[in-house]
């Protein structure tokens, strides 16, 4: 059956307000490789295991590696179990992302999670962002700290992606919602995009801003990807009508609002873990875009973690680095 984009869209809220309470996955499909993906870049520094149920992704002095999920999606729910390299990955970006920038040069859409490495002993930052029709001079970037060491194990990192919001999991906890509003206009994600798994050298940026580089005696810098999930309306990407939804079942499942449980669990997350908000950040708005609230407890938090960038004190002129995602202020702390 041939469902149009709105009809698609109207799937997916008609399963997001029928709230379950259940929050197990299990019975959620996890492809295979082949099943979903096509190799991005990266030549043979991407391999499969595990029957293609796992892929290892390598940075070496060579090249990165990447993949790409198969079909364009507009909604839905996007996962993957991660592991990230180990020990000195100063400089190392692993990337998992939606985006449609391919077909829409000028005015793209991206939802993003990124890990950026760091020297030893010092732990992986993880950072949120979300852009929208091409609206890269606004960064909504978040950045946090986790509760454990990602190197160490397998966690799963998902995308929600409705019409109405975003939600940004880490091992099923919500890290971040973001809401539609109207004042977003179009920097709200609205067109079909695919999925993106990458790793690749961000020596310029990535860490302290450019001043730990990624050192090659380190390479390979290995990324374990597993248990992937794409549940959602894939889209015919010249026509752009739907051309399969996941069965509203166990999208009924995936598409549950935030429980008030969880949605404690997730201010205690942001409370204790979260290291920059661009609604706070003094440097690049004067005035924060209209969807951020203020929160004093929350402004006075960052403040004493970095006073320059949310202090008001001192400004540069917070000239973005070319897609980066990330502002050399906040890649600056390490
Ligand atoms: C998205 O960008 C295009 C091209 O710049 C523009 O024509 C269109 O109106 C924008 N859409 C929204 C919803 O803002």
Redesign the pocket.
Known sequence: MKLTYLGCSLFLVLALVSVLASGSEKGLPILTFDEGYNQLFGDDNLVLHRDGKAVHLTLDERTGSGFVSQDLYLHGYFSASIKLPADYTAGVVVAFYMSNGDIFE??HDEIDFEFLGNIRGKDWRIQTNVYG??STDVGREERYSLWFDPADDFHQYTILWTDSHIIFYVDNIPIREFKRTAAM??DFP?KPMSLYATIWDGSDWATNGGKYRVDYKYAPYLAEFSDLILQGCAVDPIEFLSKRCDNVQSLEQLMTGITPSRRSKMGSFRRKHMTYSYCYDQTRYKVPPQECLFNPQEAKRLKKFDPVTFGGGRRHNGKRHHRSRASRSEADSI
């Open positions: 000028k005015n029709n091409g206009g179009g609205s």
